[in-house]
């Protein structure tokens, strides 16, 4: 079965605090996606990666770092962390191949900034 | 740019009947993907449903199936029989298809089931 595993289902963090999240998946998949998920706007996309160290930026990247060192491991870094970035976070990954352009997604991590 | 309008932000259905969930999208693209993704309570999003809009025949998994609508840009889900694992928010996406990577979503649709 596919496996996308976030790291922590919940976060409580201070503002300004430094942020990982991490995310691994066993698909050996080339792409990994991190989402951010509010009420009302659905998902958008913060940053995406096709490659080890090869990462392009989303649609909300403000605030927002990734790291992807390994194929299996995607890590989404609020450097600052803010209260605007109170969300829940969602990743995903997914292959190149056309006829198999599905994205699989983890639990998510509910993200609290104080 | 892409655009995927929900405009149902929650829906009720009684168990055992049919409820049938609206998305429609913009796009000047002629080829394309379009899901629907379901997100139950516990958060872990699966897909429920996929359509490649070079298709005309509305795809079915089960007891979800779509009305494809290419020309009035509407993808709509229908779920017959409903359960109360039907539960959720639904997300319909679109996806180009130049692009292997991003998911476009609308902003979903809550979908209560009652026993």
């Known amino acids: 079965d596919v496996k996308v595993t976030q790291s922590s289902r919940y976060l409580v963090k201070r503002t300004g605090e430094k942020v990982f999240l991490e995310c691994v998946q066993d698909?050996?998949?080339?792409?990994m996606f991190w989402y951010r998920q509010d009420p009302g706007l659905g998902l958008r996309l913060i940053y995406f990666?096709?490659?080890?160290?090869?990462?392009e930026k989303g649609d909300i990247p403000e605030g927002y770092s990734v790291s992807r060192e390994k194929k299996e491991r995607f890590s989404l870094i609020l450097e600052s962390a803010s209260t605007n970035q109170t969300s829940m976070y969602l990743c995903?990954?997914?292959?190149?191949?056309?006829?198999?352009?599905?994205?699989?997604f983890g639990a998510g991590t509910r993200l609290s900034v104080l | 740019a892409q655009t995927v309008t929900q405009s149902q932000p929650e829906m009720s259905v009684q168990e055992a009947e049919t409820v049938t969930l609206s998305c429609t999208y913009d796009?000047?693209?002629?080829?394309?993907?379009l899901f629907w993704y379901k997100q139950p309570p516990s958060r872990q999003m699966i897909l429920v449903i996929r359509?490649?809009?070079?298709?005309?025949q509305n795809a079915t998994e089960n007891r979800f199936s779509v009305n494809f609508q290419k020309a009035a840009k509407s993808f709509s889900l229908k779920i017959s029989d409903s359960q109360l694992g039907d539960a959720a928010m639904y997300f319909c996406?679109?996806?180009?298809?130049?692009?292997?990577?991003?998911?476009?979503f609308g902003s979903g649709t809550r979908l209560l089931v009652r026993p």
């Open positions: 995903a990954s997914s292959t190149n191949s056309r006829a198999k352009n599905i994205q699989y």
């Open positions: 698909m050996d998949h080339e792409n």
């Open positions: 990666s096709y490659d080890v160290k090869m990462k």
């Open positions: 796009t000047s693209e002629s080829d394309y993907y």
């Open positions: 359509q490649e809009a070079y298709k005309q």
């Open positions: 996406a679109y996806r180009s298809i130049d692009s292997s990577y991003k998911l476009i």
